[in-house]
């Protein structure tokens, strides 16, 4: 797929076709957070299958479909499921939605995902805030923006030294803690996976100051940030990284974890929207 700005407005537009408004928040929902979209009023689904060159994605605990309306009076669009490099798209499919969303008029996007736990006192069920990130797969050639720049969104070498927004992060802090919610922060690293880490490889992440790993969210921050984009993120703590060797890390406790995350998710997002 060769990215153009044609191929985004034309997605764009099927999409505001069969919405009444333009959506300010753009969310996206990671593996099992699936259900903060349901408590979106006067829902426009649309699955992705029904969208011209929208990946669709193939992974248990994505159901694959736009959830579009109001959330706490913002009106929002949800991607219930995400796309993944190792599903076997490119970065720039992978990012796409992101790029619609922008030619849609999005100004804020909250970005989720399911992660190990790096730092020692995380445990499965803990929310983390995302302070900052650790683009592995960027460094190792896997960045979105490689490429032609399209300079309709931004420049050819954006700026991510605030990447995740101050005031945003403010919000979420603030929301938590009226609501006596725990909320962790830390460094997200993102992995291409689909395997997971060796130990070696968690503890090498420890050291470069990650606290919890996965394999998304990284590539859709750099594209918002490069289309001006304001980015909240959130990490829902699916599992322990194991970092000594001695459990096994599995997607179906990754899934069951995501039951305990998205009422504190929930509350956490819609808290955030209401003081937007
Ligand atoms: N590693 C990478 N990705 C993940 C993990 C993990 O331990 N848990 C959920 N997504």
Redesign the pocket.
């Given at each position: 797929m060769q990215l153009s700005l044609e191929l985004i407005d034309r997605i764009a537009q099927t999409i505001q076709s069969k919405i009444p408004s333009r959506p300010r928040i753009g969310i996206i929902l990671g593996?099992g957070l699936g259900g903060v979209a349901e408590k979106i009023q006067n829902p426009i689904v649309i699955p992705y299958q029904e969208l011209p060159d929208w990946p669709v994605s193939t992974v248990m605990g994505h159901t694959g479909q736009l959830v579009i309306g109001d959330l706490e009076g913002q009106p929002v669009l949800a991607m219930q499921g995400r796309i993944h490099y190792y599903e076997g798209y490119s970065m720039q499919q992978v990012t796409l939605p992101v790029r619609v969303m922008q030619r849609l008029g999005t100004e804020i996007l909250i970005v989720t995902?399911?992660?190990?736990a790096i730092h020692p006192d995380f445990v499965p069920g803990d929310l983390m805030l995302i302070t900052d990130n650790l683009n592995l797969a960027g460094m190792s050639g896997l960045n979105p923006l490689i490429g032609p720049n399209l300079d309709e969104f931004g420049p050819r070498f954006p700026d991510m030294s605030q990447a995740y927004d101050r005031q945003l992060c403010a919000l979420a802090r603030k929301v938590a803690s009226e609501n006596k919610l725990l909320l962790r922060e830390g460094v997200y690293a993102g992995?291409s996976?689909p395997s997971?880490?060796s130990p070696a490889d968690l503890r090498f992440l420890r050291i470069a100051g990650a606290d919890a790993?996965?394999?998304s969210t990284v590539s859709e921050v750099i594209v918002a940030r490069h289309g001006g984009t304001r980015v909240l993120g959130f990490s829902g703590i699916?599992?322990k990284?194991n970092l000594d060797g001695n459990t096994v890390?599995l997607h179906e406790e990754?899934l069951a974890a995501g039951q305990l995350i998205v009422p504190k998710l929930d509350t956490v997002i819609r808290g955030v929207l209401r003081l937007l």
């Open positions: 593996t995902n399911a992660a190990g992995l996976g997971f880490e790993v996965g394999m699916s599992n990284a890390t990754v």
